[in-house]
């Protein structure tokens, strides 16, 4: 068994290369068992119901929200529901018009082409999708410079989903040529239990409900979270414990992995650390931060802040990054007084 210190991303919401076939074994195959997310569950519902009873293809759709919340799962579930096979391709991968021509014209009639962090396409294949989704038509560029001809291909009636964890950075031409645009939430803790006892199911282990609410409440409002976590104490009950799955095993099992009881671990401790002890509360740099405790400042940024700034631990000002009263507490420490309890430096500007 590895050191367990020795993974920084065990809270991560971004799907690591090596869990992936794990996390293909404990995600819903249909609709009705996909827990959470009612309104775009219900709204994909009616769409899909509509499309298969004009026995047409239907319309395209864009999936939006965090990672981890169930975008590809959902892109799984259309197309087990439609009946239709499903390519899977991304965004980076797709670096030139030529790519995408290739994957649209070996599209069946009725396949979905799922297609994920779709922000990321390149311009002259996004300029490409354009087309695609709405005529149905690729334009083939035959030969180079003046000679260069350009030949239309036809394509059978498709749909194409997109995933996206940054919607803001879609062109408008695009996010105009879906229609439907669903927008995944954070999950609620009771959602979150229902998906760790789902998947307990799955990986044939028996969990007690105080077990699983123990895990759901330290998940950080994102199924697959819950899913890494579950994982980890079942290993840490068959290795260190007796094997059954208690509130006990569970506690020492995310003790071990350093995820304390708001959902924290090492690093995102090491950020409020480095606020409240090195700098007072702050506000500080975002790179002197970073070089603070040891990381890159994009691993900060979009691994540590969205979190703590969502739970209250962190404030973003035009000056720098501050430690919110929450941040204080949660450390054991006695909030400054200052501005709403934040950093007494904020007062300084």
């Keep these: 068994m590895t050191d367990p210190g020795a993974d ?37 519902s009616l769409v899909l119901d ?25 892109a799984m579930i259309i197309a087990a529901e439609l009946g239709a096979a499903l390519r899977i391709t991304s965004g980076p991968a797709i670096q030139h018009a030529g790519d995408l021509a290739a994957i649209l014209s070996s599209l069946d009639e009725g396949e979905v082409l799922f297609i994920d962090e779709i922000h990321r396409l390149a311009r002259p294949a996004e300029e490409m ?31 194409v989903v997109g995933a996206t964890t940054r919607a803001g950075l879609l062109p408008a031409p695009l996010r105009d040529r879906f229609g439907f645009i669903g927008h995944l939430d954070f999950y609620a803790p009771g959602e979150l239990h229902e998906v760790v006892r ?27 979270i819950a899913n890494r976590l579950l994982r980890r104490v079942r290993d840490w009950a068959q290795v260190k414990g007796s094997g ?10 995310l003790r071990v992995y350093e995820v304390d009881e708001r959902g924290l671990d090492r690093l995102d401790r090491a950020v409020l ?13 975002l790179s002197t931060l970073a070089v603070a405790v040891g990381e890159e ?16 631990f962190l404030l973003r000002t035009p000056r720098g990054r501050a430690a919110a009263p929450a941040a204080w507490i949660h450390l054991g420490l006695e909030p400054p007084a200052g501005p709403e309890g934040a950093a007494p430096m904020l007062g300084r500007f």
């Design 8 to 44: 920084p991303s065990l809270t991560s919401p971004e799907s690591l290369p090596p869990e992936r076939t794990a996390e293909a074994a404990l995600r819903p195959r249909r609709l009705e068992e996909f827990v959470g997310q009612q309104v775009v569950r219900e709204q994909l």
């Design 50 to 74: 509509a499309a298969a009873a004009r026995g047409r293809a239907p319309e395209h759709m864009l999936l939006s929200g965090p990672p981890g919340l169930g975008k590809t799962t959902l």
């Design 129 to 159: 999708l354009y087309i695609a989704m709405e005529d149905f038509r690729v334009d083939v560029v035959v030969g180079k410079g003046v000679g260069a001809t350009s030949i239309p291909l036809d394509l059978p009636p498709f749909t």
């Design 198 to 224: 789902r998947s307990a199911i799955r990986l044939e282990v028996e969990l007690e409900y105080e077990a699983a609410a123990e895990i759901a409440s330290r998940s950080r409002g994102t199924p697959r």
């Design 244 to 253: 059954a799955l208690d509130l006990a095993a569970a506690r020492e099992a």
């Design 273 to 285: 650390s480095a606020l409240c002890h090195r700098f007072a509360g702050g506000p500080v740099g």
């Design 297 to 312: 400042t994009e691993t900060v940024e979009t691994m540590v802040e969205p979190y703590l700034v969502r739970e209250g």
